[in-house]
T-cell receptor
């Protein structure tokens, strides 16, 4: 069964460093999303991406964040200068043309020290 | 403000003891309501989509229902492997399908 994959599973970085989180969405999906979940809190929407551009972003998604689909399979989230409060699980999700359900990857645990 | 509230926060059941989880929502316009299961340290796993009041979906021991203000996830004769956090989320009409999540219900089923 097709699934969303994410790498790495765990990333430890120092404050101020850049990180890139990678996702491979389900192959025939066209809509892509990033969410994050701080430990013990709700899953929060960050950004949606369709047709090679951002379609919607949250207040969390400031100038420190960017997304890219560098080729036909990968979808990346970059944080330019990490802060302690960026420590969270980051989930990638994708959606097909029909229906509204989103399918999530296993997540990347980002720890900023 | 669009909001999703789940109750209870945590639920402990004995194996075979049926119960229901609640998800109430206050949104400007509902396009769809979703139930996900999340195991510790893992991503949400899709369970159901509900689109209109009166709709019901079933899968094994789980049944989801929807009214104009809330949704219920009924668990019939649960087993220990049903232990997980159950998340409710909505997507709004007129938007780009972002999901707004509730805080979840942590379910523990004991043998």
């Amino acid at each position: 069964e097709p699934e969303v994959t994410q790498t790495p599973s765990h990333q430890v970085t120092q404050m101020g460093q850049e990180v890139i989180l990678r996702c491979v969405p389900i192959s025939n999906h066209l809509y892509f999303y990033w969410y994050r979940q701080i430990l013990g809190q709700k899953v929060e929407f960050l950004v949606s991406f369709y047709n090679n551009e951002i379609s919607e972003k949250s207040e969390i998604f400031d100038d420190q964040f960017s997304v890219e689909r560098p080729d036909g399979s990968n979808f990346t989230l970059k944080i330019r200068s990490t802060k302690l409060e960026d420590s969270a699980m980051y989930f990638c999700a994708s959606k097909g043309q029909g229906g509204y359900e989103q399918y999530f990857g296993p997540g990347t645990r980002l720890t900023v020290t | 403000e669009d909001q999703v509230t789940q109750s209870p926060e945590a639920l402990r059941l004995q194996e075979g003891e049926s119960s229901s989880l609640n998800c109430s929502y206050t949104v400007s316009g509902l396009r769809g309501l979703f139930w996900y299961r999340q195991d510790p340290g893992k991503g949400p796993e899709f369970l159901f989509t509900l689109y209109s009041a009166g709709e019901e979906k079933e899968k094994e021991r789980l049944k989801a229902t929807l009214t104009k203000k809330e949704s219920f996830l009924h668990i019939t004769a649960p087993k220990p492997e049903d232990s997980a956090t159950y998340l409710c989320a909505v997507t709004l009409s007129g938007g780009y399908n972002k999901l707004i999540f509730g805080a979840g219900t942590r379910l523990a089923v004991h043998p």
